[in-house]
């Protein structure tokens, strides 16, 4: 799966050879590309792939002009990089992570700075406003705030701003990092449009697999390395004949998981629908009671192997890393009881006119992977910062953990741990030194403080970056220390908010593995996630809409309702946007 180099084929958008470039961080040389061989052809979209400190930022940084190669040649559409980056910058469109945009300004005043950015002439900027504002639907929004948007609003303008000068190509740095399915799916809708109308070439970079094979081309990187590039279907061949689903009619499935994991030959494990996915390191079906006795009566099924199967076979096995003492508040297990332990009745929270959660009421019992699903201000992160009493509500009564949230808030919040978006986490101080400061504001002092620091340090791999300032850390390792810090206190209700949203999927197995761990242990978990695929690892889901919920019930439940003869298995995502859809088409009746 080398780079082409037939000397017949076309020239390029983007021809990437020998190229090297390091840095210096904390006294230490880090090398981040190591001699990257790879090519975007004309008129494709091109998938960069690979887990957290792969390269992939640091590649298309210098594919823009941004940065340049310590060593290699990059040709961006004919011009070499390094002779001229001001000359590629000009030509291209560039979204860099996060979007880039300023909060303070209105979109118009966005479009308005990146068109002086790139020499647009004044003349011709009605014309190419009107273009982008219909092609991304932010025509009735010019005079609002970038800041005020939603996630997947802000996506589109930032698409916007890349391509407000006419490009024949296009580089989006984790462009879907955070938005919901509904804008994730738009903007692919987006993206092939350009490049079947316009034939423009795009290189993308993911944290999504699935947006992988959505994908032409894809370069699969890691630590610095090429280790291969290809269409998405001859990754997914490497691993034909090794992919099953395993079901056991009277076990659940995170425990068919967990007897699976530690199976000799097995190369990845993950929840699937109403069964668990194994893949493994040869062909053949697998003698599932020699993996392990208990799974003697599951039934086992090959299946369609996927790029997501290649990816683990490939960089997978010397990356995960198994829980063998799993993380919680309590040494022993406890399981579920059937208590109700967060008790929603009539949530309401109003901002003046505006509501943000309107008339919710749910349930959920001690020990459940409980799902908040919903499209980028449906209202989530609201509902979490009422369930822990961080915001008051309007109206509605709250109980969690066996306390009326408006009575005795400060009681109620000693039975939580909250991991917020982006993880909240004190940028500027060590990693030792924010799990210091979390563990004082959950009240503990002394000995106990010190236990829990060292518990957290050794049980998430924390120790040899104790002296690490938190922000200079991958995502994965912040997403680790974050989740560390909102169980240093052994809270028997844990709220995640958009937990793995842009980590890497060995990042993502590995935080799964411990929530897994902890519902086992008879942990309350309740979940925010734009990821559909986590969906399915939940006990329960709500979706929300606007402040409302729309459907209640388990994923299987949820999927039924869509099922057909055109879709007779349709996914979490299949379910979610058909939900969304039919809410705005009823409020548009």
């Given at each position: 799966?080398?780079?082409?180099?037939?000397?017949?084929?076309?020239?390029?958008?983007?021809?990437?050879?020998?190229?090297?470039?390091?840095?210096?961080?904390?006294?230490?040389?880090?090398?981040?590309?190591?001699?990257?061989?790879?090519?975007?052809?004309?008129?494709?979209?091109?998938?960069?792939?690979?887990?957290?400190?792969?390269?992939?930022?640091?590649?298309?940084?210098?594919?823009?002009?941004?940065?340049?190669?310590?060593?290699?040649?990059?040709?961006?559409?004919?011009?070499?990089?390094?002779?001229?980056?001001?000359?590629?910058?000009?030509?291209?469109?560039?979204?860099?992570?996060?979007?880039?945009?300023?909060?303070?300004?209105?979109?118009?005043?966005?479009?308005?700075?990146?068109?002086?950015?790139?020499?647009?002439?004044?003349?011709?900027?009605?014309?190419?406003?009107?273009?982008?504002?219909?092609?991304?639907?932010?025509?009735?929004?010019?005079?609002?705030?970038?800041?005020?948007?939603?996630?997947?609003?802000?996506?589109?303008?930032?698409?916007?701003?890349?391509?407000?000068?006419?490009?024949?190509?296009?580089?989006?740095?984790?462009?879907?990092?955070?938005?919901?399915?509904?804008?994730?799916?738009?903007?692919?809708?987006?993206?092939?449009?350009?490049?079947?109308?316009?034939?423009?070439?795009?290189?993308?970079?993911?944290?999504?697999?699935?947006?992988?094979?959505?994908?032409?081309?894809?370069?699969?990187?890691?630590?610095?390395?090429?280790?291969?590039?290809?269409?998405?279907?001859?990754?997914?061949?490497?691993?034909?004949?090794?992919?099953?689903?395993?079901?056991?009619?009277?076990?659940?499935?995170?425990?068919?998981?967990?007897?699976?994991?530690?199976?000799?030959?097995?190369?990845?494990?993950?929840?699937?629908?109403?069964?668990?996915?194994?893949?493994?390191?040869?062909?053949?079906?697998?003698?599932?009671?020699?993996?392990?006795?208990?799974?003697?009566?599951?039934?086992?099924?090959?299946?369609?192997?996927?790029?997501?199967?290649?990816?683990?076979?490939?960089?997978?096995?010397?990356?995960?890393?198994?829980?063998?003492?799993?993380?919680?508040?309590?040494?022993?297990?406890?399981?579920?009881?059937?208590?109700?332990?967060?008790?929603?009745?009539?949530?309401?929270?109003?901002?003046?006119?505006?509501?943000?959660?309107?008339?919710?009421?749910?349930?959920?019992?001690?020990?459940?992977?409980?799902?908040?699903?919903?499209?980028?201000?449906?209202?989530?992160?609201?509902?979490?910062?009422?369930?822990?009493?961080?915001?008051?509500?309007?109206?509605?009564?709250?109980?969690?953990?066996?306390?009326?949230?408006?009575?005795?808030?400060?009681?109620?919040?000693?039975?939580?741990?909250?991991?917020?978006?982006?993880?909240?986490?004190?940028?500027?101080?060590?990693?030792?030194?924010?799990?210091?400061?979390?563990?004082?504001?959950?009240?503990?002092?002394?000995?106990?403080?010190?236990?829990?620091?060292?518990?957290?340090?050794?049980?998430?791999?924390?120790?040899?970056?104790?002296?690490?300032?938190?922000?200079?850390?991958?995502?994965?390792?912040?997403?680790?220390?974050?989740?560390?810090?909102?169980?240093?206190?052994?809270?028997?209700?844990?709220?995640?908010?958009?937990?793995?949203?842009?980590?890497?999927?060995?990042?993502?197995?590995?935080?799964?593995?411990?929530?897994?761990?902890?519902a086992d242990q008879g942990v309350t978990v309740m979940i925010t996630t734009h990821h559909l695929e986590e969906a399915e690892f939940c006990d329960h889901l709500v979706i929300m809409d606007r402040g409302r919920i729309l459907a209640r019930g388990t994923p299987r439940e949820m999927k039924a309702r869509f099922r057909s003869a055109q879709n007779p298995n349709p996914t979490m995502e299949d379910a979610f946007i058909a939900l969304l859809e039919e809410s705005r088409q009823k409020e548009a009746a």
């Amino acid at each position: 799966m080398a780079p082409k180099n037939d000397s017949q084929s076309p020239a390029p958008a983007c021809l990437i050879q020998g190229l090297s470039r390091s840095f210096r961080l904390a006294g230490r040389t880090i090398q981040a590309l190591d001699q990257v061989d790879a090519r975007v052809e004309q008129g494709t979209v091109t998938g960069l792939v690979g887990p957290d400190a792969a390269g992939k930022t640091t590649l298309m940084r210098i594919c823009v002009g941004l940065l340049l190669p310590h060593q290699g040649k990059v040709e961006v559409l004919g011009v070499d990089v390094t002779r001229d980056p001001q000359l590629v910058q000009s030509l291209v469109g560039y979204m860099p992570q996060r979007f880039g945009l300023y909060q303070d300004l209105t979109v118009r005043e966005n479009l308005d700075l990146y068109a002086d950015l790139r020499d647009l002439a004044p003349e011709q900027r009605p014309e190419r406003y009107r273009v982008l504002m219909e092609m991304t639907g932010l025509g009735p929004f010019q005079k609002r705030l970038a800041g005020a948007l939603s996630g997947g609003m802000k996506q589109k303008l930032g698409l916007a701003c890349a391509l407000v000068k006419p490009t024949r190509m296009l580089i989006l740095d984790e462009p879907t990092v955070g938005v919901d399915p509904v804008s994730r799916r738009e903007l692919w809708q987006i993206v092939y449009h350009l490049v079947e109308s316009e034939g423009l070439s795009v290189l993308l970079s993911t944290s999504y697999l699935d947006e992988a094979e959505r994908c032409q081309q894809v370069v699969l990187l890691h630590q610095g390395r090429v280790l291969g590039q290809g269409s998405p279907e001859s990754f997914s061949r490497r691993v034909r004949g090794r992919s099953f689903l395993v079901s056991h009619p009277e076990m659940g499935r995170r425990r068919v998981q967990r007897l699976l994991a530690g199976a000799p030959g097995v190369v990845d494990v993950l929840i699937q629908g109403e069964g668990v996915r194994l893949v493994r390191d040869r062909p053949g079906r697998p003698h599932l009671d020699q993996l392990h006795p208990e799974l003697a009566g599951a039934t086992v099924e090959e299946v369609e192997p996927r790029f997501e199967d290649s990816f683990m076979d490939m960089l997978g096995q010397d990356q995960e890393r198994t829980v063998s003492s799993p993380p919680g508040p309590a040494p022993d297990p406890q399981p579920s009881d059937g208590e109700t332990v967060i008790e929603v009745e009539g949530l309401t929270r109003r901002f003046g006119d505006f509501y943000a959660v309107n008339d919710i009421s749910f349930q959920v019992r001690r020990g459940e992977i409980f799902g908040l699903l919903g499209a980028n201000g449906a209202g989530k992160s609201t509902t979490f910062r009422m369930l822990c009493g961080l915001l008051p509500p309007t109206r509605g009564k709250l109980r969690v953990a066996g306390w009326d949230l408006g009575r005795a808030p400060a009681r109620a919040r000693a039975s939580i741990g909250y991991m917020a978006q982006s993880f909240s986490l004190y940028t500027q101080l060590s990693v030792a030194d924010n799990l210091r400061f979390f563990a004082s504001a959950y009240g503990l002092r002394g000995r106990k403080r010190r236990r829990r620091l060292a518990w957290a340090l050794e049980e998430f791999d924390l120790a040899p970056l104790a002296r690490a300032t938190s922000g200079q850390l991958p995502l994965g390792y912040k997403q680790r220390l974050a989740l560390a810090a909102a169980l240093m206190h052994r809270p028997e209700i844990i709220f995640l908010d958009e937990p793995t949203s842009g980590v890497d999927p060995l990042a993502r197995r590995e935080f799964w593995r411990r929530i897994n761990a902890l519902a086992d242990q008879g942990v309350t978990v309740m979940i925010t996630t734009h990821h559909l695929e986590e969906a399915e690892f939940c006990d329960h889901l709500v979706i929300m809409d606007r402040g409302r919920i729309l459907a209640r019930g388990t994923p299987r439940e949820m999927k039924a309702r869509f099922r057909s003869a055109q879709n007779p298995n349709p996914t979490m995502e299949d379910a979610f946007i058909a939900l969304l859809e039919e809410s705005r088409q009823k409020e548009a009746a």
